[in-house]
């Protein structure tokens, strides 16, 4: 061999083995990431470059070196700067960053250098296909299909869109040209941190119940809040948010209300290899404390697709490694050079997952699914359906381009109950038509055995009553079929002192019934044990208490309707108007006045308003009866005014209020309320011994509930109830009240009208259809009951066993207390026992003035002359009371009063001496006789005949003050 051979042959050696080695031994790629840009990015992109350092078999000759340069989100100038240093160094790819406007530059220098840029974000960009730009992230236009598929699914026609920029709108784009063929009515909004309320509202009163939302994960969680703020998160809304991080979120707030909330998932959290990745990173996280996932443990998606994107880079490494030679160089911005390998890593990043690479496997399945990528741009990927339930975030389903919509639950049951509006119950697969055991026990109206008749019933037919109905509609719309069975024991549910539970209760837990029907009581102690369904019908504690009788008027009940003080006050006013009346009379020169208009220059003035008269005039007025006095001085006539104004407006009012009082028959009960019922021990009261009632005031804190269980505990004989039906009949014998759920107090009622309820409500709970812990049933047959009472069904159920079967009207006994009743005695029977008494009081004032004026005149010694002389007599007692008799009793003759002759035994017959006159009117003769003074002729003008055989004598009134002339009979 000469010479030349042997440095061909050692050339030839060099060459073999530099093209042997593939890869070299140290490649360094470079991260570039924005500031404010979530942290977990980073974490994950240096924990996967951790993670393939550490794996033997993956590039176990090579090592990875990574450089990260934080980037100004707004400074794209400064951005290319660091790019181009990464450039320098030699780096095999660039990653990131996750900025629209930076992320398009960085790609521009890498297409020019040739080198591959690893991206994990949406691009919104129309053409990436000659770029060197690797993007993991969904394509957009392959996303959009996927929310119209979601639409067409739930056959929407009204749809209102919420976006957050203008580039959010790219994954919708199918959507918004969807009513050109399909005749969709789109309303498109752009909201805010500032305006989402705003936004929101406009969706509620404009009635769109079915949202797209297309937000950042932030703004989502404000659209969110805001939509519990006002009003929005209940069965009657559906939001769809396209944000790929909706798991991330705390949705405890919304869970229970039954909203309807879809989303997608891109992480595949339940596939056994993403387990355990996220497992290991959970652990790198506690013992690093870097940011990788949250508090649950979740992962974002633009995180995952970093963790991702390193593996596939680290793939493809590996597929060139044995397939090809790749020599990095430093490049410069500043330079045309490109990268002459970077086309090769570019193929082989697309080469990922393609099966038979020059029989090579470099198959990886990462946490977004299977990854395979044509031309930088994925359009082959998975996605999870997600619906919220009670139970969290859950899969329903999932989508991807090939196959579209596959839900793992049935979906056509639920819209075909509740028709356009899609209620989905995603926490179960429910298994159609199958037949469940229902456990339930006897009690009126819930559930009854019908009546044997001709007809011989069997199964469930031979039961009728409000669960009964209750449990067919549910049927009808969760779709299942039923067998009723009577619980063995006839009871709903207790622990004993061992926490051993019987009844109703025990056959869920035993799993010997799949749903517990009957009036079951949703409490605290129960839902530990089994599950409840949303309540059916909410009720509380009341009292049943025995319909008082009706109080009659009483006597004097016509003077009810003004109080005793307004009495008392009227009293009063009469006593001052009389004597204020009396005194501005007298003090008034113009209620003197001349007797006698005919003799102008007389002395003597009159006032008729003397204090009787006063009082008259007041008393007349009250009475709207009126008197012969009027005033006639200007005081005493506003006095007069004002006092008839006042017994205008008092006597109005009373005969306002009279007929009221008269005719009302008040009941009157001794217990108002529980208050009442606690402070008095005449009246026992008690519950049904051992029931949920029993319990509720035993474990109360509240004193006056306290107080009523210390009452029934220490009563004996006991007060508790064995049975709803005792307790009943202990109210109608009376002196008891029976503490019972209102429901069935109610029903009680309409059917005894001697039984009514007493005060408001003690506590307030529900009735709820009890099913074992982790039904599949609870959710579905909860939205069944929650239609039944929007449609009104669980109603229309409760007047038909409640009210329709019930006996005794409420509304016609309430209709007939306010129809007029005629009086009778007892109303108005005071009347004439004022008027009976008044008579008897005017007799008996009259006998008194009778026997006053004749013992008076009779006891008063008389001075007259005859036969020359003059003498003292009196009358007796006797003929003066025999001679006025005579006079009052006389039926004919003149109405006037002659004066009577008296007699003496020493006086002629002819002689007569007059009596003394009554108020103050005495005889001019007797005037003579005492005033000598005072001289009247025996035959003055004025004591001329009259013709009937009576004479004027002038006679003095007022103790001789004023002058009137009498007739005097001779």
Known sequence: MDLYQIIYFILWIGISLDTSLGLPQLIRIGGLFGYGEDPSIESAFRYAIYKINHDRNLLPDTKIAYDIQHLPTFNSFKAAKKACKQVNLGVASIFGPQSENLAGHINSICNFLEIPHVETRLDTRADVATSYSFNLYPDSSVLSRAYLDIIKYFKWRKIFIIYGDQTSLLLLQDILKAPVNNDVTITVRQASKLNMREVLKEAQKKKFSHIIADLNIDDTHLLMKAALQIGMIDSNYHFVLTNLDIETLDLDDYKYNFVNLTGLRLVTRDDPDSRIILDEMAEYQRRHGVALLNKTDLIKTEAALMYDAVNTFAHALEGADKSAKMRLVNLSCEENEAWSDGSTLYNYLNLVNKPKINEVSNEYRGLTGPLEVSQGVRTDFNLDILQLTSNGIEKVGYWNPQEGINFTVSYDAVETRFGNRTLIITSIKPVINRTLVVTTLLERPYVMEKKPGDKKFVGNDRYEGFCVDLLAEIAKIVKFTYKIELVPDDTYGAPNDKGEWNGMVRQLIDKKADLAVASLTINYIREQVIDFTKPFMNLGISILFKVPKREKPGLFSFLNPLAIDIWLYVVAAYFVVSFLMFILARFSPYEWYNPHPCNPDTDIVLNNFSLGNTFWFAVGTLMQQGSDINPRAVSTRIIGGMWWFFTLIIISSYTANLAAFLTVERMVSPIENAEDLSKQTKISYGTISGGSTMTFFRESEIPTYQRMWSFMSSKKPTVFASS????????????YAFLMESTMLDYTIQRN??????????????????????????????????????????????????????????????????????????????????????????????????????????????????????????????????????????????????????????????????????????????????????????HSPHDSENGNGYYNYPEYIDGGNHMQYKETKT
């Open 724 to 735: 709803t039906e005792e307790g009943i009949r202990r109210v109608k014998q009376g002196n």
């Open 753 to 938: 009208c001697d039984l009514m309820p007493v005060g408001g409500l003690l506590d307030s709970k529900g009735y709820g259809i009890g099913t074992p812990t982790g039904s599949l049933w609870r959710d579905p047959i909860s939205l069944a009951i929650l239609s039944l009472q929007e449609n009104g069904k669980i109603a229309m159920l409760y007047n038909k066993w409640w009210r329709n079967t019930g006996t005794c009207s409420r509304d016609e006994k309430s209709k007939d207390s306010t129809k007029a009743h005629s009086l009778g005695v007892a109303n108005v029977g005071g009347v004439f026992v004022v008027l009976v008494a008044g008579l008897s009081m005017a007799i008996l004032v009259s006998c008194v003035e009778f026997l006053y004026n004749a013992k008076r005149n009779a006891t008063k010694e008389k001075t007259h002359s005859c036969a020359g002389s003059s003498h003292f007599h009196k009358q007796s007692l006797c003929t003066e009371l025999a001679a006025e008799l005579r006079f009052a009793v006389r039926c004919h003759g003149s109405s006037k009063r002659p004066a009577l002759k008296r007699q003496c035994s020493r006086c002629v017959s002819h002689t007569a001496e007059p009596p003394n006159p009554i108020n103050g009117v005495r005889s001019a003769r007797e005037v003579q006789r005492r005033h000598s003074h005072l001289h009247v002729p025996p």
